[in-house]
Each structure stands twice: as structure tokens, then as C-alpha cells.
């Protein structure tokens, strides 16, 4: 096993389309992992290899590949950029030491970029800044700079500097070294002078450097002050303190496409980058004493992991994949402290892609895999029986859609179970039952999200899925009284049917349920008959008398009646109390109610006024407003109706910048117009 030193596990982050995978796979391809330099487009990547990425050109899911470089080891976790998949992102950059975070040369700062440094300044983590795709139209490596000090969490020190942009990118300059280095149509890195007309500004940015590294050590800056200059080796060591602190990040500048400065970057991650022992102890919890305790990220210390994905794969299996935080894996059984229990293992894996390398062990910093597994899901803990620990599970994003869903051709229990085993796999997911329109409901992060599972689903089972928009619960209710007779009497020969019954009905406060009261006296219904009109009208509740809707907040009180001694039955009685029912309920202003829901909007300060207009305009309800770091977050009331496909439109009018959460409150009345035309639908229907 390689010396713990020597491991580097590093998650590559950004938005969408700043050539993340390109990247990876210029990296591979240098390293000599891969013998040839795969593309995106084509579907040639190492790193997208799903038919779903391929056919959209993006990544779906983070894949893992791990290269060797003047003897370091090094896992790399290429995670997606877009939206609808931000948890994978999300998850790998809680489990991960550090981060190399890529910024397109010429798109910059985007709108939803704030969201990936998010999670690298939760954990404050060690962080490269690759600024990519140099030669592409209006690369602008100044200006993407400024960008990311005016915008983002991150303080970049440039480290490189691009000799040229667009086509005529050619190079980069080392500012600590005062090397250049030029490409080759190959990615071939040759050592050069720095070009003339850049000598003095590269000593501009060597000065700045300088002062930043000095920054981040009292003993650094007070040698910059008295001798006004730092050796090489005082940068590296300082620029190595600074990054593991999270206080600075180095920038870096590539083109991946033709695998120019993807070599140089490799240097960086073995020199900058902390080695998994240079990193804070795992802190956990005693599942028995529920004390904290802490897992040192050396080989010899107790072995621990945790669980942060799950792959489903029809022929394999469960894929389970984890980040060794301590101690050595080998053999073929460990303890699952999350759900206590021992689980049995046939192979070890470090993932190359599509593939999976078999191995005798891993230690800390590994990121590997086994297969099968019975009990174990995505977030549980991984270690030793004695002493054991359990870490906090990871937390998904929440879904903000949701569709009913259905087989296209009736395939119902096969849809199902694929469903199920994919639920294992992307814990954004949700399934649920909407007990009262009786649809079954699938959530998710985004409509792109879930497309995308239908695909797969397809793909792996051979079953295809479809969405609808899920009718709305909507409900019935009373807002005045009524007394009525409910009389049921058929003579047919034989022995007849009678009941008679006088039932009063009023509304109860909203949330009220259903209440029935007897208030027969004098025996006017014998005792045995009067639990069916109770179920009569509880029957006739289920769909009301304007739209079918189901009625609530009613109280029913029995009141009077007569009966036959022959012909009464508990029968009778049940129809006499549905058809009483139904007779005040029309009496009795029946009104149509609609679910609100509770919603919280997290939006920059800029976007409060259109968020504000915006819930105006779907009948909502402003309750409050809250102050966060970054954000304003907007605490609102909404109807069910109106926020359906919300996250579509807050992402547009937010450029991708807003995130929300929903949950259900309250019934409400429907406004008269709106009723009109919902009870017209349902008729129609």
C-alpha cells in the first residue's frame, strides 16, 4: 500500500461547462493513466461514460479514477456542474481533503458558480483554482481573476501566469520559479525564458504573492519586512501552510482540450495539496457511550470510512463506494456502525472509470469499493467493531418537484421495484403516495433530474416510466348548517328496507376532521343502528357535492329518527345517513379548499424585489424575512396550485442563484372565481 504521505484525494468542482472532465482526462492522459486523450463530445471520456451523459454532454454523475505521479496517489472525483445533480458535488466534497476548483477563461463568474464554493468553504477546503480553457474566444485570465475576488469566498494567489489567450495561448510563466514554459501542438511542456515583454509583470505578481504568503505566518512577514523578499523555498513552504489553512489558492491556467498545463497542475496537487495524514482527525461519535471521538488519518489507527455513494447496476449489483478516513482496510468483512451490523465483502475496488482495479487494502485517503452489500446504504459508517464510531450521515439536497408517475404500458410493479433500486442510488430522490388523489408521486431536484432517471431506469430494467403533473388534493367544506331528513324506505316484496333519520351538520374550525355526536334520546333508534349512520356518512364524505373532493371539518349530529321493527337493518340506517348527509351538505354553503404550503426562498440581496413580485402574483403570502451570510431568505405562504413547477422559475429569474424549500401548512378556502372554474374541471372530468 502506498505510503499515506504520498496520497492526495482531490475533488474537481465548478459549473457546468468549464471543462471539468476535459480536464480530468488531460490529467489522466499525462499522468499515463489513459494512453489516449478522450473527448466529451464524442463519448470517448474516461471520466462520462454513462449513454445519459453522453447524449446530453454533461456530467451526471461524479466519477472516480486515481493516476500515479512522481510516486503520489492520487483519487480524483470529477463531479457534475449542473443543477439538477449539484448533490453529487455536494457529497464528494464532504468526504474529500481537498478541491480543485475550475473557472472558465471565458465565461468567468457565473451565477450558480457561488454554489460549488459553498461547499468548498464549509469545510474549508484546500483549494487549486484552475482557470480553464485559455484558448478559447475571449479568455480573459485578468478578468476572471477579479471575478473571483469580487464574488467568491476563495483568495486566488496566481501562481501561473498565461503567456497569450485564445489561439495565441502558447505557455504559462511559474511566478515563483521566474520559469516559462511553452506547449507544443501535443501538450508537450518545454522550459523557456519568460518573454520579454512579460518580465515585469511577472515581478508585479511575484511582489503580490509574496504578500499574501507573507500574510498567512507571523515568521514570513516579518522576514518580507525586514529583507523585502522571500526565497523559493520560503513561497512553496508558506503557500503550502496557506492553502491547508484554506486562507489562500494557488491559480493555475490549462487547455485541457489540447492537454496544455494539465502536467504543471499535476505538480501542484503532489506539492500543495495536504496528504491525508496533514489533515484534522475525523471526529465521530461512540454508538454506545455517545461521546465524541476522533479517528487520526493514519494506517495503524482504528479503521473508519463513511459511505458516499451508492451505484445500482442491474448485473453487478450494489456498488458501494467510501472514503477510508483511518486505519487499513483488508480482508473481507468490517462493521456497519450506522445500522450495527457486520457486513461480508468479496473484493476490494479503486474505481478507474467505468472499471474497477481490485486491491488487497486501502488506508486512509483512498477512495474504494466493494460490491454486494446487504444492509449498508449511502451516508452509513464503515470501521472497526472495537472500538467503533459513527459520523454524521450526509445530508441530500432536498427535492422541489415532483410528478406522478406512472408505467407507460402498465408495467406497475417492475416500474416500482427499478424505482426503488434507484432510490438507493441518489438519495435526492423521493417517492411517495398522495393518499387522497391516490397518484404515486416522484420528487426530485430539478425535471432535467428526473428525466434523466427515467432514462436510466429504461437503460438498466427495461422499463419505461411517464410524468404527469399531479392533480392537486383539494377539499370540501362547510361554512354554514343545515337539518335534514335522510329517509330510506324500499318495499319490493319480501322483507322491505326502512330508516329514517334527522341529521344536523355544521363546520368545524379548519383542521377539525370529522366529528359525530348522538343525540338520540328516548330510543327513537335503537342503540345497534346508529354506528351505521356514523359510517353512512363518513361513506358520503369521501367525495363531496361540489367536485367529488373529499369533505372535511364537519361535525354530523344524529338527532331524531324512526324505525321499522321488521325492515330496519344497519344497512338501512347506513344509507339513510349517507343520503342525509349529502342532502345538508348541499344546504349548507359547501365551500372548496385548497393545500397551502410553507415555502423558504434563499435568493442574493439583488433578486428579493422579483422573488417578492413574483409570490404577489401566485397569491402568496409574505410571512417574514430573514438575514443569512450570503443570502436573504424569504419566508412565504403559497397554494399547492401556484408553485407546481417553481424551481423551473425561480432558477430563471434568479440565473440559477435561488434555492427554496417546501412543505405543506394548511387548507384554505379556494377564492369564488378561481372555485368555479376548478369545480367546472372536475365535472368535466
Known amino acids: 500500500m502506498t505510503d499515506v504521505k504520498l496520497v492526495r484525494n482531490v475533488a474537481i468542482i465548478g459549473h457546468g461547462n468549464c471543462g471539468k472532465t476535459t480536464l480530468a482526462e488531460a490529467m489522466l492522459f499525462s499522468a499515463g493513466k489513459i494512453n489516449r486523450l478522450g473527448k466529451v463530445d464524442d463519448g470517448s471520456s474516461a471520466m462520462d461514460f454513462e449513454p445519459e451523459e453522453i447524449k446530453r454532454d454533461i456530467s451526471i454523475n461524479a466519477s472516480f479514477n486515481h493516476y500515479t505521479w512522481n510516486k503520489h496517489e492520487v483519487f480524483l472525483a470529477d463531479t457534475p456542474g449542473d443543477g439538477n445533480f449539484i448533490n453529487e458535488a455536494k457529497f464528494v466534497s464532504q468526504v474529500v481533503d481537498s478541491a480543485l476548483f475550475c473557472i472558465g477563461a471565458a465565461t468567468s463568474v457565473k451565477n450558480q458558480t457561488t454554489k460549488f464554493t459553498d461547499f468548498i468553504e464549509e469545510r474549508k477546503l484546500p483549494t487549486i483554482i484552475c482557470i480553464t480553457r485559455m484558448d478559447r474566444e475571449r479568455a480573459n485570465f485578468a478578468g476572471v481573476v477579479e471575478g473571483i475576488k469580487a464574488n467568491l469566498p476563495l483568495k486566488p494567489a496566481i501562481t501561473y501566469v498565461p503567456i497569450g489567450a485564445e489561439d495565441s495561448f502558447k505557455g504559462v510563466v511559474n511566478v515563483i520559479t521566474r520559469k516559462a514554459y511553452m506547449f507544443d501542438d501535443n501538450g508537450k511542456t518545454?522550459?523557456?525564458?519568460?518573454?520579454?515583454?512579460?518580465?515585469?509583470?511577472?515581478?508585479?505578481?511575484?511582489?503580490?504573492?509574496?504578500?499574501?504568503?507573507?500574510?498567512?505566518?507571523?515568521?514570513?512577514?516579518?522576514?518580507?519586512?525586514?529583507?523585502?523578499?522571500?526565497?523559493?523555498?520560503?513561497l512553496v513552504e508558506g503557500l503550502k501552510a496557506g492553502v491547508r489553512s484554506g486562507e489562500i489558492s494557488p491559480v493555475s491556467v490549462t487547455a485541457a482540450f489540447k492537454n496544455q498545463g494539465a502536467d504543471l497542475l499535476l505538480d501542484i496537487i503532489n506539492d500543495l495539496l495536504p496528504s491525508p495524514d496533514e489533515c484534522a482527525s475525523q471526529v465521530g461519535t461512540d454508538p454506545k457511550s455517545k461521546d465524541i471521538t476522533e479517528r487520526e488519518p493514519k494506517p495503524d489507527a482504528p479503521f473508519s470510512a463513511q459511505v458516499f455513494k451508492t451505484m445500482a447496476d442491474p448485473f453487478a449489483g450494489r456498488l458501494t463506494l467510501f472514503k477510508v478516513y483511518s486505519g487499513t482496510l483488508s480482508g473481507d468483512n468490517f462493521y456497519n456502525s450506522t445500522k450495527d451490523v457486520s457486513e461480508r465483502f468479496g473484493q476490494i475496488f479503486i474505481m478507474e472509470g467505468k472499471n474497477q482495479k481490485p486491491v488487497d487494502s486501502v488506508g486512509p485517503g483512498m477512495i474504494a469499493a466493494v460490491a454486494k452489500l446487504k444492509e449498508t446504504v449511502t451516508g452509513d459508517t464503515l470501521c472497526a467493531e472495537v472500538p467503533p464510531v459513527v459520523y454524521e450521515p450526509l445530508v441530500p439536497i432536498a427535492p422541489v418537484i415532483s410528478y406522478a408517475v406512472t408505467a407507460k404500458k402498465g408495467d406497475e410493479e417492475k416500474l416500482f421495484a427499478s424505482i426503488t433500486k434507484m432510490l438507493e442510488e441518489d438519495l435526492t430522490m423521493k417517492l411517495t403516495r398522495e393518499p387522497q388523489t391516490k397518484e404515486i408521486l416522484i420528487s426530485g431536484v430539478g425535471q432535467v433530474h428526473l428525466e434523466v432517471i427515467g432514462e436510466r431506469i429504461k437503460r438498466k430494467f427495461g422499463v419505461e416510466m411517464e410524468l404527469h403533473t399531479p392533480k392537486i388534493p383539494y377539499m370540501e367544506t362547510l361554512k354554514g348548517k343545515a337539518r335534514v331528513q335522510g329517509k330510506h324506505k324500499k318495499q319490493s316484496g319480501g322483507r322491505g328496507q326502512f330508516a329514517d333519520t334527522w341529521v344536523e351538520i355544521e363546520s368545524l374550525p379548519r383542521g377539525g376532521g370529522y366529528e359525530f355526536v348522538n343525540k338520540i334520546v328516548g330510543g327513537a333508534i335503537p342503540k345497534t343502528y346508529i354506528p351505521a349512520v356514523d359510517r353512512g356518512i363518513q361513506e358520503a364524505m369521501e367525495k363531496g357535492v361540489l367536485a367529488g373532493y373529499p369533505m372535511v371539518d364537519v361535525q354530523a349530529r344524529?338527532?331524531?329518527?324512526?324505525?321499522?321493527?321488521?325492515?330496519?337493518?344497519?344497512?338501512?340506517f347506513k344509507i339513510a345517513g349517507s343520503l342525509a348527509f349529502k342532502k345538508a351538505a348541499a344546504e349548507a354553503k359547501p365551500a372548496l379548499l385548497e393545500?397551502?404550503?410553507?415555502?423558504?426562498?434563499?435568493?442574493?440581496?439583488?433578486?428579493?424585489?422579483?422573488?417578492?413580485?413574483?409570490?404577489?402574483?401566485?397569491?402568496?403570502?409574505?410571512?417574514?424575512?430573514?438575514?443569512?451570510?450570503?443570502?436573504?431568505?424569504?419566508?412565504?405562504?403559497?397554494p399547492m396550485a401556484e408553485v407546481q413547477k417553481y424551481a423551473a422559475d425561480l432558477t430563471s429569474f434568479t440565473g440559477g442563484r435561488g434555492s427554496f424549500t417546501v412543505s405543506f401548512s394548511h387548507y384554505e378556502e379556494v377564492p369564488a372565481q378561481l372555485a368555479e372554474k376548478i369545480i367546472e374541471a372536475a365535472k368535466t372530468e
Open 190 to 234: 518545454k522550459e523557456v525564458e519568460i518573454p520579454e515583454n512579460m518580465v515585469d509583470e511577472i515581478a508585479v505578481y511575484r511582489e503580490s504573492l509574496m504578500e499574501q504568503v507573507a500574510e498567512t505566518d507571523d515568521d514570513l512577514i516579518e522576514k518580507f519586512l525586514e529583507e523585502g523578499e522571500l526565497t523559493n523555498e520560503d
Open 558 to 572: 344524529l338527532v331524531d329518527g324512526s324505525f321499522h321493527a321488521v325492515d330496519s337493518s344497519e344497512l338501512a
Open 595 to 638: 393545500p397551502i404550503m410553507d415555502i423558504s426562498i434563499r435568493v442574493p440581496e439583488d433578486c428579493v424585489g422579483d422573488v417578492m413580485g413574483d409570490l404577489n402574483s401566485r397569491r402568496g403570502r409574505v410571512m417574514g424575512m430573514d438575514s443569512e451570510a450570503k443570502n436573504e431568505v424569504i419566508n412565504a405562504q403559497v
